[in-house]
């Protein structure tokens, strides 16, 4: 009995990296300031991350489930949010007449989708629409550090794999072959403003924090409550000691 379970156990073991290969190579661990029972955004990060995505991403993804308002959450003023909204046009109405018309964006719409259906995106990307990415890192194993890999992941492909037509070799991408060309190809491709130099991998990196914080915004609240409760649980903590020694000192 006891080599039988011996025996699973050792094939469970050998097995499991075999599991984990499975997903595609390993992806490299970043250091994210978001991470851990305390983290926070970094605010100039993510705001990098922003432009980011607006100078580069968005010509092929919608977020549609952010609006130009949840822009002040990452430090951006009233008017920087306003201006940014307003250099949006979109549709709206319908007015009096029935008709649809085209103004700038508020600070209370959606993020500006690049296509007007799936079916448009889909037959401009070589019939692969680009997902949204409102809360694309949430959606895949790994966070940020799998959409930071997948942007610092093209390459070459190996001699034996074929690469079809409208495809791009991905070595973190599952299954390698990507209808996304590679969107940060190179240094500068955007300029930031605060001093920092914009490599391929700063841009993917501020990037992946952008839409870390699109995918779960409440993760500073949700820490700093975090933090509340284990103040609250251990001052409980003596005063039930307090308690249980007044309540027993009779006896001792
Ligand atoms: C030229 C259009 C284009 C641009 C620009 C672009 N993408 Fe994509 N993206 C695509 C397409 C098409 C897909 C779907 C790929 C597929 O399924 O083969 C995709 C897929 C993705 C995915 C999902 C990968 C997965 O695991 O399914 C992520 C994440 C992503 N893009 C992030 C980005 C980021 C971040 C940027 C900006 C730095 C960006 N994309 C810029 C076209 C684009």
């Known amino acids: 009995m006891l080599r039988i379970v011996f ?4 094939a469970l073991a050998i097995a499991a990296p075999a599991y984990a290969a499975e997903g595609g ?10 991470n851990g029972a305390f983290g926070t955004f970094d605010r100039g990060e993510v705001q990098r ?10 010509a092929c993804h919608s977020m549609h489930y952010v609006s130009y308002r949840n822009l002040a959450d990452i430090g951006f003023t009233e008017a920087e949010v306003k201006a940014i909204a307003a250099a949006n046009e979109v549709t709206a109405g319908p007015n009096d007449d029935g008709e649809m018309f085209q103004r700038p964006a508020l600070p209370s719409d959606r993020f500006k989708s690049p296509y007007a259906n799936s079916k448009a995106a889909a037959a401009a990307n070589n019939g692969k629409a680009p997902p949204d990415l409102s809360l694309m890192a949430k959606a895949r194993n790994g966070g940020a550090d799998y959409i930071h890999a997948l942007l610092t992941g093209y390459e070459k492909a190996p001699a034996d794999v074929q690469v079809p037509e409208g495809g791009n070799y991905n070595k973190y ?9 590679q969107p940060i190809a190179s240094e500068g ?11 391929v991998d700063q841009m993917s990196r501020d990037v992946s924090a952008f839409l870390m914080w699109a995918a779960e915004p409440k993760l500073e609240a949700r820490h700093a409550m975090g933090l509340k409760v284990i103040i609250f649980l251990v001052i409980m903590s003596f005063l ?3 308690v249980k020694r007044r309540v027993w000192a009779d006896l001792h």
């Open 7 to 10: 025996a699973t156990v050792a």
């Open 25 to 34: 190579p390993e992806l490299p661990k970043l250091k994210w300031s978001f």
């Open 240 to 242: 039930f000691y307090g």
């Open 189 to 199: 491709q955007v300029s930031y403003e605060d001093g920092t130099k914009p490599t």
């Open 173 to 181: 991408f599952p299954g390698h072959i990507i209808a996304m060309p």
């Open 49 to 58: 991350g922003f432009q980011v995505y607006k100078e580069v991403c968005a």
